[in-house]
């Protein structure tokens, strides 16, 4: 399966260009600055922006099926603070509606999402104390997320959106929970078992047009 990839050069990113490869699969990893994938062997990369749908329309077309991890990397205390924009409030939803306009111009159907659980579907199952963190201080990067959903679910595409809680950089177990309910085990995964998770969803995906929420 030939696969390309937007938000590649995050976390989960390049964890899952990896798993790819690992699992046999062509990655194509889209990124502003493909220096930053150098360390990951048997990809290709794609110079682009996900703003600019010219660059996106361009990447789209030759592969099977598209998986968005796209994030803000804008630090929010350093915004309250002050501090310099360094990344759109809203690229998660214009990112995706380039990506979403690509793919019906090429006719490829399949895509998977990663978003983020509290979103959507699951936003009555947060904690307390995380929807509090999250509209003092994650408001901006959550509205982001709720508007891409919303543009995934409108679409005609065959989409999965998974949503998993809070991540870490541990090793990966497989002994993940999938669950279209909302249901959770854990408050945290490693970015390697979602990796893993959304490699399995390449070949006979039984969550299609459906939000899982992912946990440890």
């Avoid at 794609?46 to 990397?73: C, E, F, K, W, Y």
């Avoid at 809203?90 to 380039?98: L, P, S, W």
């Avoid at 950089?169 to 990796?195: E, F, K, N």
């Amino acid at each position: 399966m030939k696969v390309i990839m937007f938000g590649s050069t995050g976390g989960t990113g390049r964890a899952t260009l990896r798993a790819l490869v690992a699992a046999g699969h062509q990655a194509t990893a889209f990124a502003r600055d493909p220096a930053k994938l150098s360390g990951i062997a048997s990809i290709e990369t794609v110079r682009g922006d996900v703003m600019q749908p010219a660059d996106v329309a361009g990447a789209v077309p030759g592969h099977d099926m598209v998986i968005i991890t796209l994030g803000n990397s804008q630090n929010p205390f350093a915004l309250m603070l002050g501090g310099r924009r360094t990344t759109a409030p809203n690229v998660c939803e214009v990112g995706t509606r380039h990506i979403v306009s690509a793919m019906q111009s090429a006719s490829i159907d399949r895509l998977v999402v990663v978003t983020a659980f509290g979103i959507g579907d699951t936003r009555s199952r947060l904690p307390f104390a995380f929807k509090l963190f999250y509209r003092a201080v994650l408001r901006e990067h959550m509205a982001d997320k709720e508007k891409q959903e919303a543009l995934v679910k409108a679409s005609r595409l065959d989409w999965t959106l998974v949503q998993p809680v809070g991540l870490t950089d541990g090793p990966a177990t497989s002994t993940w929970l999938a669950d279209t309910a909302g249901t959770i085990r854990r408050q945290q995964i490693s970015r390697a078992d979602v990796a893993a998770f959304l490699v399995t969803l390449i070949d006979g995906d039984p969550y299609s047009r459906s939000t899982v929420a992912l946990s440890g």
